[in-house]
């Protein structure tokens, strides 16, 4: 698939060594480069790119992302430890999902928990019954990646006590152990409260909820994601969001 990163064969080794393996060049990096860029403040302290233009790149990463990994859910597989450092981009800003590690067959047991930053609720809870991988737990990982992506913040930095301190539950917690105790009710609150305070927007703000519903059964399938129309780029959309990224990354190896 032109959206997940495939081995182009085994690469030489010696005798008694592990074998390597070839894998295309992604002279730009990795959509986290991209990210801190973006947000990176200028002479006169403002970001590098405006709001509105970091959720126009955003798009159109992301619908190259969710491409890739609608095909890997339909291949009945779950990614299992999505964030923006395993998405690459090639030389003409093709986005490419990599690192499997912690993939697997949907229903198998987790190999792991993933980022904390990024893990979904119902895998941060650590219950039994949600041990499992799951697709919806990759969407949500999606959506974290989305917010980084606009506001520099995952969905626990947007709780202002839970950034600060001011809780003492949730002092000195891991990422993970902080969203299992902010519990839907304050989730909500805190996402609601940062998608406020963006003007207009309202497919994107629509998109993020939909792809981080508390639940699991509240969120969008990868299909459903990409027939979203957060995710619908004119040719014109697409030109300005490739003009972008030029514009905050790397010269291009050729």
Same mark, same amino acid.
């Given at each position: 698939h032109p959206n997940v990163l495939t081995s182009a064969g085994p690469a030489g080794h010696r005798d008694g060594e592990q074998p390597g393996y070839a894998m295309p060049i992604a002279p730009l990096g990795a959509f986290d480069g991209v990210f801190k860029r973006m947000l990176a403040k200028t002479k006169d302290d403002t970001t590098k790119l405006t709001v509105d233009e970091r959720v126009l790149v955003v798009r159109y990463l992301m619908r190259g992302g969710f491409r890739g990994l609608e095909h890997v859910h339909d291949q009945g597989y779950v990614h299992g430890d999505i964030k923006q450092q395993n998405f690459l981009l090639d030389q003409d800003l093709e986005p490419l999902l990599m690192d499997f590690g912690l993939s697997g067959a949907e229903g198998e047991r987790l190999k792991g928990l993933g980022s904390e930053s990024h893990v979904a609720p119902e895998v941060a809870s650590g219950d039994d019954d949600v041990s499992t991988l799951a697709k919806p737990s990759d969407i949500w990982s999606m959506g974290e990646t989305i917010l980084l992506g606009v506001f520099g913040q995952d969905s626990v930095d947007l709780? %202002?006590?839970?950034?600060?301190? @001011?809780?003492?539950?949730?002092?000195?917690?891991?990422?993970?152990?902080?969203?299992?105790?902010?519990? %839907?009710?304050?989730?909500? %609150?805190?996402?609601?409260?940062?998608?406020?305070?963006? @003007?207009?927007?309202?497919?994107?703000k629509d998109f993020v909820r939909k792809t981080m519903g508390w639940a699991p059964e509240q969120r969008m399938t990868a299909i459903e994601c990409l027939q979203h129309t957060f995710l619908e780029l004119t040719d014109q959309d697409e030109a300005e969001a490739k003009r972008l990224v030029e514009l905050v990354v790397p010269a291009r190896v050729t």
């Open positions: 709780d %202002e006590s839970a950034r600060t301190g @001011q809780d003492v539950k949730l002092l000195d917690r891991g990422k993970r152990s902080k969203r299992k105790a902010m519990g %839907e009710a304050r989730w909500t %609150e805190a996402l609601d409260a940062k998608l406020g305070q963006l @003007q207009g927007n309202a497919a994107f």
